[in-house]
């Protein structure tokens, strides 16, 4: 699971926000949280945590039209999107 939009791409995305909101909520985030139950307690280790702490990160920053300096949590407010790791605890509470 390596998904990155990166300057060194030759891949380059030009959508406008809403796009990029439908995409993250429609297409990347149910295929991130499939089977989250299952491997919730994975995402507390660090590197599995950076993973999907930067997808989220880049996508946001991309609907957001920020800076990279932003932070991660800053970025959900402003986009309004739970962070990647509160739906998986959400998901592995309600499956209880």
């Known amino acids: 699971m390596n998904f990155h939009f990166?300057?060194?791409s030759k891949i380059k995305l030009r959508l406008r926000s809403q796009s990029f909101k439908n995409t993250l909520h429609r297409g990347i985030q149910p295929f991130l949280l499939h089977g989250a139950p299952v491997w919730a307690e994975t995402v507390e280790k660090a590197r599995y945590s950076k993973m999907l702490t930067g997808v989220q990160r880049l996508i946001n920053i991309k609907i957001a039209k920020a800076y990279r300096t932003?932070?991660?949590?800053?970025?959900?407010?402003?986009?309004?999107?739970?962070?990647?790791?509160?739906k998986i605890k959400e998901r592995r509470n309600s499956t209880k």
């Open 70 to 86: 932003v932070s991660n949590e800053a970025l959900c407010i402003i986009t309004g999107f739970k962070t990647l790791h509160i």
């Open 6 to 8: 990166s300057k060194k």
